[in-house]
């Protein structure tokens, strides 16, 4: 799959799993929700070989910010119970649309 639709199709996922718009996962917002939606998004783009560095040109943000979210994810995934539930979803919905 080409990475940019690779990377539309995640963020549809996440959407769908966290029911939050993709503008507002892009987005800035410090809602905790919408973070760990951004997290999630970063992480699984990651785990399917996208470098950090195409990430931040995707997602329209620094590069430092994609590697933060990349060394951050488990101990935040640690500690927020519904961070791990979407992300347990998301990879479930993928492994049935992209086989």
């Known amino acids: 799959m080409h990475k940019t639709k690779l990377f539309a199709h995640i963020l549809d996922l996440v959407s769908q799993a966290t ?4 503008d507002v996962i892009l987005s800035c917002s ?6 760990d939606a951004r997290y999630i998004l970063v992480y699984l783009l990651s785990q399917q070989g996208l470098y950090s560095s195409h990430i931040s040109q995707l997602m329209g943000c620094s590069h430092r910010n994609i590697n933060k979210m990349l060394s951050q994810f488990h101990s935040r995934a640690k500690g927020r119970r519904l961070l791990r539930i979407n992300l347990e979803a998301v990879k479930n919905a993928m492994g049935t649309t992209m086989e």
């Open 30 to 35: 410090k809602c905790e929700d919408a973070v």
């Open 19 to 22: 029911d939050i718009r993709p």
